[in-house]
Structures are given as structure tokens and as C-alpha cells.
């Protein structure tokens, strides 16, 4: 079956630190994969997608590259902000419409 | 894009009692979908709120506990029936233009934190 493993949390990193949070997946076939974040008190937002293998998402400094040999979509970003405490969820989709979500992985950013 | 707004943000229910959620997309939209994330949890799909016909949905989830309505392209409501404690949770809204490509974005709600006592 279809499903995502992300790495586990809560995450805490000092303003400007190298960031990575951990994406896996199975599936059938080739889905496109996703990172949501979701900011205190607000619904999820399209951080960045890739669609097929090999594909590098990236949008705000974040970016994940689609690694099919892996099954790996692993979130990065050089220096994170404050601004970036906040729960990124990883999923994949195939042709039709269901979502597959990992868990979320919470993120705190300390100046 | 879409913006998409819900109402209420959140409440505090009574065992056995009803909630209608509502949501509301500022342009029309092919697909809206609910999807619920209980606490600690990731999200969950319900259903798929269909335009003019009945709602389809996934497996654990049955009509007559989450009745779904879609009267337009822009509109949906859920409503929690019966509800008990269990159902607690937050229910997100999502909607997308498309047809359901793997390639497609869904657009989420800001979800709507629901307790049951």
C-alpha cells in the first residue's frame, strides 16, 4: 500500500542552523510528493512538490529532491528563521484523491 | 491558488449532540474534500464532497455519521453526528481545480478544532 514515514519530533535548532527533516515513502508506481507546512493556528500551506524522480522542489529556501532509488523526499534548508517554527508534513499522491500524509514533523526555531 | 475559510475555528460540543463545519472557497473549485487529524496524528481523508450528487467516502467513514452537502463550486458543509468523544479533533478542508491528477495541489482550510466533552 501507499504510505510516508517521516522522521519523528519535536525538532529544535538555533536560529541559522542547517535544517533536515526525514521523508520516506512507499508506493506503487510513481506518485508526486509534497511538504506542507502548517503554521500555528492556520491550515496547511503548499510548501513545495516534485513529480516525478530526480525532480528538485524549492520554495523559500526549503527544497527536497525526489530520490526514487531511496524512496526519499527528505526536506532541507541552509539556515533556517524563527519565522520557520512551525509542523511539516510530508505526503505522496498518485491519479486520484487520496492523500497520503506522514505524521507531521514539528519544528522550533530559537534565536 | 484558493483561499479557503472555515467557520466555526473551533468549539466545544456536548456528548450526543451535532456540529456543522462549514467551508467556503473564494473561486470556484473542481474537488473539495474533508480530512480529519486527530491529536498527535496525521490527516485522515473522509470523504470527497461531490456537486450535486452524493459524497464519496473513504473506507471507516459512513454518511450518516458525517453527512457531507455541496450545494455549489464553492461551498461544503460536514456535519459530526452523534458526536462522543472520539471525535475530537481538528477537520480540514481542502479543494482543488483539477481533476485529480497526482500532480495536482490541494489547498487546505485552517481547520476547525472540535471537543467533545
Known amino acids: 500500500g501507499n504510505s510516508v514515514t517521516q522522521m519523528e519530533g519535536p525538532v529544535t535548532l538555533s536560529e541559522e542552523a542547517f535544517l533536515t527533516i526525514n521523508c520516506t515513502y512507499t508506493?506503487?508506481?510513481?506518485?508526486?510528493l509534497f511538504w506542507y507546512v502548517q503554521y500555528p493556528g492556520e491550515g496547511l500551506q503548499l510548501l513545495l512538490k516534485a513529480t516525478k524522480a530526480d525532480d528538485k522542489g524549492s520554495n523559500k529556501g526549503f527544497e527536497a529532491t525526489y530520490r526514487k532509488e531511496t524512496t526519499s523526499f527528505h526536506l532541507e534548508k541552509g539556515s533556517v528563521q524563527v519565522s520557520d517554527s512551525a509542523v511539516y508534513f510530508c505526503?505522496?499522491?498518485?491519479?486520484?484523491?487520496?492523500?497520503?500524509f506522514g505524521t507531521g514533523t514539528s519544528l522550533t526555531v530559537i534565536p | 491558488s484558493a483561499v479557503i475559510s472555515q467557520k466555526p475555528s473551533r468549539d466545544i460540543c456536548q456528548r450526543g449532540t451535532s456540529l456543522t463545519i462549514q467551508c467556503q472557497v473564494d473561486?470556484?473549485?473542481?474537488?473539495m474534500f474533508w480530512y480529519r487529524q486527530q491529536p498527535g496524528q496525521s490527516l485522515t481523508l473522509i470523504a470527497t464532497?461531490?456537486?450535486?450528487?452524493?459524497?464519496?467516502?473513504e473506507s471507516g467513514f459512513v454518511i450518516d455519521k458525517f453527512p457531507i452537502s455541496r450545494p455549489n463550486l464553492t461551498f461544503s458543509t460536514l456535519t459530526v453526528s452523534n458526536m462522543s468523544p472520539e471525535d475530537s479533533s481538528i477537520y480540514l478542508c481542502?479543494?482543488?481545480?483539477?481533476?485529480?491528477?497526482?500532480?495536482?495541489?490541494?489547498?487546505f482550510g485552517p481547520g476547525t478544532r472540535l471537543t467533545v466533552l
Open positions: 473561486s470556484q473549485v473542481t474537488m
Open positions: 505526503a505522496l499522491r498518485h491519479t486520484g484523491n487520496q492523500f497520503y
Open positions: 464532497a461531490n456537486q450535486g450528487s452524493e459524497a464519496t467516502y
Open positions: 481542502s479543494a482543488e481545480r483539477t481533476s485529480g491528477s497526482s500532480t495536482d495541489t490541494q489547498y
Open positions: 508506493a506503487t508506481g510513481y506518485p508526486s
